[in-house]
Each structure stands twice: as C-alpha cells, then as structure tokens.
C-alpha cells in the first residue's frame, strides 16, 4: 500500500524516452496528445511522468479499474509547485479550523475539488483508503465537487494526504474563505418540508377524489362524509403550513399598500377552503380541497425550480477566495541577527501582526502590506491592479497585499495587518455597494398588480349583480366561484418554469447566471457594455512568439525541441508559454539543468550526437551587454546558444477567438461600448476602431474602475440605460459589483472568480451576443404563457359569473391551464435555444 507519492522524475529520466516519428497518439491516462517522444511504459503511452506515475500507482494497487469506467482521467502534478507549499497545513491550530471533527486522531475533513468531472473521479476517490495508509473513508460529493476524508490524523498528516492528492491531479482549493464562509442554502427554511408536506396530502386528496372525479356509485351513505372529513384534515397541513407563506406575502403586500400575485393567490385558497368546509359539512357537495392541495404543490414546486442553484459554482467570491490560508512567518524579528540562522513556521493570516516578518517564495501571494526587506522582488499585480507587467521593485519599496512574485524568495516586514491593507480597505469600501433603488422589476409581479385589480372588480362586479338579481345565496356562490377559478396558478407557475428552463439551457452552453430574474436584465436592448481586456478580451495566459535576431532564420526542429525540454522543466509562467509554443515538436535529452530565479533557466541538451548549452531568460542572464530601454518596455524572454544570442520570445494576451467579432456585432445593435484595462496603453490602436478614442480607458485602478461606472449611471439614470460589466480579476470586483449587471469571465466557472450576476466561460464569450438575444427571447415566452393563462382565466371566469361552475370544472380547468401553461414555455424555451 502506498502512503507517499514518490517524485517520478527520480525513476523516470529523458534518456528513458523513445522518440516517435509517427503520428501523435493520445496519452493513456489524460488524453491529452503525447509529444513526438512519449513515455512508454506497460505498453501504453503517456504525456509526462506524472501520468505515468499515478497509472503505476493504481496498477500496483489493483486499481486499473478507474480507466474502464472513463476513457481517460486527469493530468496529475507530478512536482509539488513548492516542496514547502503546503507546510502551514502542519499547523495544528490551523488544522483544527479546517477540519469538520478531530479527537487528536481520527479526523474528519470536506475537501473542495474543482478537478472532480467524471464517474471515474468519484470512483477513484472514493478509493483513497486502497491508496493511502491511514484513510479510513472517502465519500463524493458529485454536485458539489467535494469529498469528505476520514483518516488518521497520527499515521498520514492533513499535510501529506494534500499533498498526495494534489500529485493525483486533485489539489483541494484551500483558501481563507473556505475556512470562514458558511454554507448557505437558496431555499427558504424548511421549504423541502413543506413541499414534501403538499406533495404528500395532494396524491392522498386526489385518490379519494376519485369515486366523486368518476361518477362511481357508493354502497354506504356514510363513505362520503367519512371521505369528506379525511379530506378536510389531509388539506390542515396544506393550509396551514405549507401555503403559510402566501398569506404572510400577501399581509405584507397590503400592509405596505401593493398588490401582487399572493394577493389573489390567498383570496383563491380561502375561498377554495371556506366553501369546500361548507359544502362538505353541509353535504351539499365534495368540495374542492383536492384543487386547493394541487394549487399549493405545484406553487411550490415552481418556487423549487425558479431557486435551483449549480451547487459548485459561487456567485458571491471575495478576496477570500484567492488568498491563502496561511503565511510563512520569520520566528526571530531581531533585523540585527544574521538570517540565515532563523527559522520559519506557518501561521494564520488572521494572527499576523504589524512589524512580523514574513518569507514570500516563487508563485506565493503578499499576504498583507509591507516593506520590502531583501530579495529581487518581480510582483505580478495584474490580479489586483489589472496590469499585466511585473513590477520591480527594489529593497526599501512599499508592497501591497495580493500581489503574486516571480522569483526569489522575498523578506517582508508587515507594515499592516491583513484586515488593514490597501486591498481590504479597498474591498470593503462602502463604494463597493450595489445602489438595488432602481433594480429591474420583476415581469410576473407588473402583471400580478394589474391581475389583482380585475380580479376583484369581477368578482364584486359579478356578486354585486346577482346579489340584486337573485338574492345572496348565489351571490356568495358565484363571488367564491370567481375568487376559485381566477386563482392565477397558470400565471404565477408561466415565469419561473420558463426562466428556470432557460436558465438551464444557458448553463449547458457554460452561461452561469446567479437567478431567473437575471434573464430579464440581460434582455435589456439599452445597455452600456463595459469591458476589461486582460482576461477577459485577451486570454490570461500569455502567448509566446518567436523572433529571431537574423531576420528570415527560424528555429529549426532539433532548437524547438531543445528549448521544449529547457522549458518544461521550470514551473514560471513564462515557461510554460515557451513550452506550450513549441512542444509540438517533442523534447530533447536534457543534463545539468540550471535554474536561477528571477533571472532564467540553463541547461545542456542533447540532440541527436551533439551537446549545447542553451538558455532561456532576460537580456543580463543570456549574456547582452548594453541592451536598449525598449527590452524593458516589452515582455521579452532571450535564448542563447553555446552562448550566442539566437533571438527572442515575444509575450503577449492574444485575442479570444472572435471576441472582435463579438464587438462588431453589439457595435451594430448600437450598444455603447467602453474598455476599461489596468494595463498601459501599449495596445489603445488594437481596439480604437471599435471603442472610438473618448471610450478607451487605460491605466484603471480598481477605484477607478469604480468611479467611471458611478459617474456613467449618474448620467444614464434618465435615459433608463442599464449597465453591463464584463471582467475578470479582483480588479474588477467593485466595477461588477457596483453595475446593475456583472458578468465573470473565468477560464474555468469552479475557480476564483469576483462577485457577480453571472459567470461565463471564456471559451463561451463570443455568444454573448445570442445569450442576450435568447433572454429577450425567453421574455417574449413568459409574456405568451401570461397571455394564454389569461384566456384560461376568461373561460373559467364565464361559468363562475354565469353562476355554473362545478367542481369537476375547477378539478380539469385550474391543472389543465397549469400544465398547458408550463409545458408551452418549457417547450418554446428548448425550440429557441437550438440556434445557440
């Protein structure tokens, strides 16, 4: 039994590849196309050795199962990012919080894993105790993208079971949020129970309907008043509890003088109770509780499908989410002691103090503000701020929290808490608050005010008249009758079922909106679309491009697969792009490999019986002397061979696929256009032609990111223009947030993303355009269901005035009008959406 992943790159070296000439062939384990040099092992081939490795391990363990269930699983890690990335989990106070219980052994934990997409993802962690010694139990929570581990805590630490999973391809998102946030539910309280309370009495009152539904003779006198009183007491709980709520919206709604839909909704069910207990009392009919029963259930049941959430998506992220849990804190603050003799240990964010000092490694965020001490700091801030370039900065310099290095690891004295920083200072400005005075009204509710008014008018109308003309018997019994069949189920079930189904359909085109009524703002035909351009018109992983110093003199195959394996053997950013750039080519056999932080990487690569020293990084590390200023305006990455300067990689955010397109078409439906970017205005000409000059905004701070969309709706507030914000990073939190419409865009909708209405995918960005067009759609629906409930209503309204309906009228009238009604729009929601 396996208890720790060992590093594959110990057993398994590029000398132990076998170069292929042939076509590419799939990776055995995740699918993804080997290079032209895969690794081959127990006749199967594989990417990398990570893949490798975790097919031995399940191999060895009787677990080769997991490829029979999926086609192929998920690329693993082979290399923890830091050896020292998880040490905080050694933490015991830290631990203590993370955990759901712990008896100083046996312990109990909730992982969040975003990577969990496949029947053979559940299978395989579930068998975590076949893996790991020390786990007793694993079980999947398959919606929810979570896992809970029992396991003992003295035979494998929290630590070591993290880290195991994550070289298995599932990291847990451990983030300060995760520890802090409750878990909330979109239901209201005990709203399951009461829909289970209605379902149940209903499917009871219609089976003992049945006799009266068909005309069935009955032998004894006293089986209907018997049924009758069974009646009354299975319709209490219905009444009483689970159709409460419409009489308390109703109160509500008249207390604060309003009308909507409970109105009309508590008059039905009084009136459909309060003559069915007349009329079963007095024998003079069966009543109509099995329609009161049905009305309430299937009320609820559209409530249940208007509030259907996506369970491991969240719309209300804040910096939480992308900060870790735990900083490495400097043991001896004493600046006078040498540093290499202090030691470090993970702490808390919330117990960091003013004046600690704390190490920030490669790849690790600043958890708090602080001066910088000693190292070569290179702070991507581009989360925070929204530009793309590092910034250097130098010992003595001012660093801001949320910002990531790239580098050697950095000294930082705090200069305040976490809670006191620039950027939670920022986060949790009032400025940041959605003004909600002037949110969209809901549809259904305009037409409940209006459905309300003639429904009462008809039914005092109608009683007024046959009060005079025939006295008050029939008066009463047609102003009831009135109050029954107008009762507007068909128009209160229209909106949330279509929405609800038009909701679903857009999240299967990755189109996450946070509700239903997030439908009606997105058909707006007025808006002002604002977008952001890293990460959200751009890709947030750079592209590398080749330029040569010798113009017309390209890489040849053997240099590209030399720098492929140069490259895939560093974990920077940087590095990745070079490779992803150029590892269609396969690797080369790499020795001595060489890597210098902050400045690149070196290393001996063999190409077929030769032997050159290339490297890959700025202009000082490959060996250019006296190199002009605008190597430092561009992001350039050097590569030299044998010492001679080949040429450069060009970094830069391409485009989204048809994300001009996309512009050009919201341009000809004449939306206004904005582009607001906290980079410099290196790339203003790319986008000029479509934004015009006046509309183009670079150099934006997230305040004022948030100043411009303040200002921008005080103008608008008289042309009722809506505005629409389309961004990415936590630079953009207080723009989506104050914007009556906040869309994220996220490489992946399980991770980090700002507060939001909704989050799309960036593969799904160029069909906003017919997301928008499909929810103007969608309204078009609601408002043609609302029209057929209404001829529903007139019919039914025509036997009750005339003083002629019966209850089998009610009993088929009121479903019938219900399901036509929620049938049509869920159809015609599904007929539309083929065109997306």
Same mark, same amino acid.
């Given at each position: ?412 004295? *705090?200069?305040? %808490?976490? #809670?006191?920083?620039? =950027? ?7 400025? $940041? @608050? /959605? ?77 996450? *909106?946070?509700? %239903?009524? #997030?439908?009606?703002? =997105? ?7 604002? $977008? @952001? /351009? ?303």
């Amino acid at each position: 039994m396996a208890t720790l992943l060992e590093n594959p790159i110990q057993e398994n070296t590029q000398a132990n590849k076998k170069i292929k000439k042939s076509e590419k062939m799939p990776c055995y384990h995740c699918g993804d196309d080997c290079p032209s040099n895969p690794i081959e092992f127990d006749e199967h081939d594989f990417c990398c050795t990570g893949c490798q490795t975790v097919y031995d391990i399940l191999t060895k363990n009787g677990l080769d199962n997991y490829y029979n269930l999926e086609k192929t699983g998920i690329a693993p890690s082979s290399i923890i990012e830091n050896p020292e990335q998880f040490t905080y989990l050694d933490n015991e106070e830290l631990m203590r919080q993370l955990v759901d219980f712990t008896d100083g052994n046996f312990t109990r934990i909730t992982f969040k894993l975003p990577q969990i997409h496949c029947a053979s993802c559940v299978w395989l962690l579930e068998k975590l105790p076949n893996l790991f010694e020390g786990v007793q139990d694993s079980k999947v929570n398959y919606l929810r993208r979570e896992a809970s581990v029992s396991f003992y805590s003295k035979t494998i630490s929290l630590r070591i079971l993290v880290e195991n999973l994550t070289k298995l391809g599932y990291s847990p998102d451990l983030k300060l949020e995760s520890k802090n946030k409750k878990k909330t539910d979109n239901l209201p309280p005990n709203f399951l129970l009461r829909l289970g309370v209605a379902g149940f009495c209903f499917g009871n009152l219609m089976l003992l309907s049945f006799p009266e539904y068909l005309g069935l003779p009955i032998v004894e006198d006293d089986f209907p008043r018997f049924f009758g009183y069974l009646n009354i007491l299975l319709s209490l709980p219905v009444l009483l509890f689970s159709g409460a709520n419409y009489f308390k919206d109703a109160f509500y709604a008249l207390k604060h003088k309003t009308l909507n839909f409970d109105i009309p909704i508590a008059l039905g069910i009084t009136a459909l109770f309060g003559r069915s207990i007349f009329e079963i009392i007095s024998q003079t009919g069966a009543g109509y509780l099995d329609s009161l029963a049905a009305l309430i259930f299937l009320l609820l049941v559209g409530q249940w499908f208007q509030r259907r959430t996506f369970d491991s998506i969240s719309f209300e992220r804040d910096y939480q989410s992308y900060f870790p849990l735990a900083a490495l804190l400097e043991v001896n603050n004493d600046l006078e002691n040498d540093t290499n003799n202090k030691t470090t240990k993970s702490i808390s964010l919330s117990d960091l103090k003013i004046n600690d000092i704390v190490i920030v490694k490669n790849g690790q965020l600043i958890p708090a503000d602080g001066e910088l001490l000693e190292g070569k700091a290179q702070i991507d801030y581009s989360f925070v701020s929204g530009e793309s370039e590092p910034v250097k900065c130098k010992k003595g310099q001012r660093l801001y929290a949320g910002g990531r290095q790239w580098g050697e690891p950095l000294r930082i004295k *705090l200069l305040k %808490t976490v #809670s006191q920083s620039y =950027l939670m200072q920022l986060w949790n400005s009032d400025t $940041f @608050d /959605k003004d909600n005075s002037k949110l969209l009204k809901n549809l259904t509710q305009r037409w409940g005010r209006n459905f309300t008014i003639f429904v009462l008018l008809v039914a005092f109308g109608s009683a007024s008249y046959w009060l005079y003309a025939e006295g008050w018997q029939i008066a009463i019994n047609v102003f009831t009758s009135v109050l029954i069949v107008a009762c507007p189920c068909a128009l209160a079930l229209n909106a949330p079922f279509a929405f609800g189904n038009a909701r679903q359909i857009l999240a299967k085109k990755l189109f996450f *909106l946070k509700n %239903t009524d #997030s439908i009606e703002m =997105l058909a707006s035909q007025k808006a002002h679309l604002i $977008f @952001d /351009k890293t990460g959200t018109l751009t890709t947030s992983t750079p592209s590398a491009i080749w330029k040569s110093i010798q113009k017309n003199e390209e890489l040849t195959i053997e240099d590209k697969q030399a720098l492929a394996a140069l490259a895939s053997y560093s974990l920077h950013p940087i590095s990745k792009a070079i490779y992803a750039a150029i590892s269609e080519f396969g690797e080369g056999i790499i020795y001595d490999f060489e890597e210098k932080i902050g400045a690149g990487t070196q290393a001996k690569i063999q190409n077929g019986k030769n032997i050159d020293n290339w490297k890959i990084g700025n202009a000082d590390f490959v060996g250019i002397k006296n190199h002009v200023n605008d190597y430092n305006e561009k992001s350039m990455v050097f590569v030299s061979k044998n010492d001679e300067v080949k040429g450069h990689f060009e970094l830069l955010n391409p485009l989204r696929e048809n994300s001009l397109s996309l512009l050009q078409d919201f341009k000809k439906q004449n939306f206004n256009l904005s582009l607001l970017s906290g980079d410099t205005e290196r790339e203003k000409m790319r986008f000029i032609d479509i934004f015009g000059e006046k509309n183009i905004h670079f150099n934006q701070k997230p305040i004022d990111k948030l100043e411009f969309l303040k200002s921008l709706k005080a103008k608008n507030q008289q042309e009722s223009q809506s505005i629409f914000m389309i961004g990415d990073g936590l630079n953009d939190a207080g723009a989506l947030k104050q914007s009556d419409f906040g869309i994220a865009i996220s490489e992946n909708q399980e991770q980090f993303s700002p507060a939001c209405d909704a989050i799309l995918r960036a593969e799904s960005l160029p069909k906003l355009a017919q997301f928008m067009l499909y929810a103007r759609q969608t309204i078009w629906v609601v408002r043609f269901g609302l029209l057929i409930s209404l001829c529903y209503n007139l019919v039914g309204l025509s036997f009750a005035v005339s003083g002629t309906l019966s209850p089998i009228v009610a009993a088929i009238l009121m479903p019938l009008s219900s399901i036509t009604v929620v049938g049509m729009g869920v159809f015609l929601t599904w007929f539309l959406s083929r065109k997306l």
